[in-house]
């Protein structure tokens, strides 16, 4: 019974990669109404991948928008999405198939704060984590960052909205909102964000990692990925793509200026390859 099973599931893993060499498409999660500038780094770079590897697939959006959660299901469950780029975390490296390489090269553990414009100045005396602790932090509720920060005893306010956070920043639900220093600047410009700046003085970082992600169902697009990555880093190709999506995003940030208050990552799973240093940002 047992060989049969194995069977059949061969038959479905071969006919599913047939399917997808036939169209020649890698699909991926479309993003949300007014978030279509978010992917466009993470899209870049996975066609170079797939370029570098040699491989015919074209990337293609999924047929209808995806928030996070609806995506990391769908890919999952092998229907819809092909790929899904998100943080890492133990629990999503055992659900999914990771690439170890960090398309972000860290820096979503590198984090700046929004906060009220007529409030600019309040992380400025800011200086150790028990400060921080009088503070409330916004986050999304499915988010690790969420757990991250608690771990270390912040309060967090949460929601299942990504729109609503600026809302509740806005009426003063909580005090900032951490964002990833290679989101802020395009947030900053694509939501209406008068009333909202960018703290200039504080960061916080965790060890973490946003990867891409396949269904374990499919290794062999991991793999091509994984190639591609590697040949991009080694010919400086991954190095020139990041610089020309982000530099202004470092630019702005002036990460050596800030007050730096270091976290540790309790979902950072053990496979981190943190002793590779060229894949990481040194500030």
């Not at 092998?78 to 998100?86: E, F, H, K, M, S």
């Not at 055992?94 to 600019?120: E, M, T």
């Not at 306010?157 to 806005?170: A, H, W």
Request: proline letters at 7%; hydrophobic letters at 45%; aromatic letters at 8%.
């Amino acid at each position: 019974m047992l060989l049969r099973l194995s069977h059949w599931l061969l038959i479905l893993s071969l006919s599913a990669t047939s399917c997808l060499a036939a169209t020649g498409e890698l699909r991926y999660p479309r993003a949300p109404l007014g978030e279509e500038f978010r992917p466009r780094y993470p899209l870049a770079l996975l066609q170079l991948a797939l370029d570098k590897a040699g491989s015919p697939l074209r990337i293609k959006p999924s047929r209808h928008h995806m928030e996070q959660d609806r995506a990391l299901l769908n890919l999952e469950q092998g229907t819809a999405v092909d790929v899904v780029w998100t943080m890492t975390s133990i629990e999503r490296e055992q659900r999914l198939l990771p690439v170890r390489i960090p398309i972000d090269k860290g820096l979503y553990g590198w984090r700046v704060a929004f906060v009220r414009k007529n409030r600019s100045e309040l992380l400025n005396n800011i200086n150790s984590l028990a400060e921080l602790r009088q503070l409330r932090a916004g986050q999304g509720h499915d988010w690790p960052d969420t757990d991250i920060l608690r771990h270390h005893g912040l309060p967090v306010e949460v929601s299942s909205s990504y729109d609503s956070l600026f809302l509740m920043l806005r009426a003063d639900r909580f005090d900032y909102f951490p964002r990833a220093v290679l989101e802020a600047r395009d947030e900053l410009a694509h939501i209406n964000a008068s009333d909202l700046v960018m703290d200039r003085h504080l960061v916080l970082h965790y060890p973490t990692a946003l990867y891409f992600f396949f269904a374990r169902e499919r290794p062999e697009l991991a793999e091509t990925v994984r190639q591609g990555l590697e040949l991009a880093i080694a010919d400086g190709s991954f190095e020139a793509l990041f610089q020309r999506y982000h530099a202004a995003d470092l630019a702005l940030a002036h990460l050596q200026q800030r007050q730096v208050i270091e976290l540790s990552n309790p979902l950072l799973p053990p496979l981190t390859p943190l002793q590779r240093p060229e894949l990481w940002y040194r500030p």
